[in-house]
């Protein structure tokens, strides 16, 4: 057959995000051992034009960790339910290498550490797993870095909910497969387009800084728990919460920049001083929507 008349193969774009097992400390009945099982997977894939040409998602029935925690449900919105009657890992992924065969990719893109943990995943809890469906991990890629250098000119650190700020979108991550999923294809397409918005990009840049020097410079994560209850009978312990809001006004009023800002080392002072007197956090900077 001449090779000019034969048809070109025709590669897709695929976008893919998981979620996995997870506890809490006062989760003793959860076994450690076997933690970061996938719960469920979600799947978009389109043409190098970015049109949508198909979507995936599915549960899947771990082997380790089979009953949910609390905070696993109500992280993902996943039901005991779902998870109960969630077709095996297996099956999961021979519908994804069947759909793989249908739409082919050279890579599956991630956002943040998808690809390592479901790698780790593998190696831990399936180890025994089909070589085809080993490949599959292996064409996932984190795709963060690139789209940053697009915007930022270097390759920087950002959530998920991040980029969905900087393209127009609510700052804030679903931490369902498929729509997370959705999100990093809506993302990577406006990036691609050059339709972000470059003065949010701005915005979020100066916010991220803030808020890691608030961070690097916060003691307490909570209000001290012996501060916590001053009643009336507390006088003294009063008239020091009273004594300390005083002084955090001034010190604000003090270290104002101006721009109107105080700085977040400052701020993270500030919310220290309220810990010690048993009043939640206040000056965490903020990200204008």
């Excluded at 970061?36 to 549960?59: H, M, Q």
């Excluded at 969630?86 to 599956?108: D, R």
């Excluded at 950002?158 to 809506?186: F, P, Q, V, W």
């Excluded at 387009?193 to 808020?211: M, N, P, T, W």
Aim: net charge positive; hydrophobic share 35%; proline share 3%.
């Amino acid at each position: 057959m001449n090779r000019n008349n034969t048809a070109k193969k025709k590669f897709y774009y695929a976008f893919f995000d998981a979620e996995y097992t997870c506890f809490m400390e006062k989760d003793t009945f959860f076994d450690r051992e076997h933690s970061g099982e996938l719960l469920s997977v979600g799947l978009v894939i389109c043409d190098k034009s970015f049109n949508l040409v198909r979507t995936y998602y599915s549960p899947i029935h771990p082997i380790y960790n089979t009953k949910l925690t609390g905070y696993c449900k109500e992280l993902t919105g996943l039901t005991q339910k779902e998870i109960d009657d969630a077709p095996s890992y297996e099956a999961v992924f021979q519908e994804m290498y069947l759909l793989f065969q249908e739409y082919p990719v050279k890579e599956i893109f991630t956002w943040g550490n998808d690809a390592h943990t479901i790698r780790h995943d593998m190696e831990k809890n399936h180890r025994f797993v089909a070589k085809k469906f080993r490949k599959i991990a292996g064409l996932l890629q984190d795709i963060t870095k690139r789209l940053t250098r697009r915007i930022y000119g270097k390759g920087m650190v950002l959530s998920l909910s991040d980029m969905k700020y900087i393209c127009g979108m609510s700052h804030h991550t679903a931490h369902n497969a498929l729509e997370d999923a959705k999100d990093l294809y809506r993302i990577t397409r406006c990036c691609a387009q050059g339709k972000f918005d470059r003065e949010r990009a701005g915005r979020l840049e100066e916010y991220i800084h803030r808020r890691d020097a608030y961070h690097q410079y916060k003691r307490f994560r909570k209000p001290l728990s012996f501060t916590v209850d001053v009643g009336e009978r507390q006088p003294s312990a009063r008239n020091l919460r009273e004594a300390s809001m005083q002084y955090i006004g001034v010190l604000k009023s003090c270290c104002m920049q101006e721009d109107g800002t105080v700085p977040p080392e400052i701020l993270a002072l500030c919310d220290d001083l309220r810990s010690l007197v048993g009043i939640e956090n206040q000056d965490c900077p903020k990200l204008e929507e």
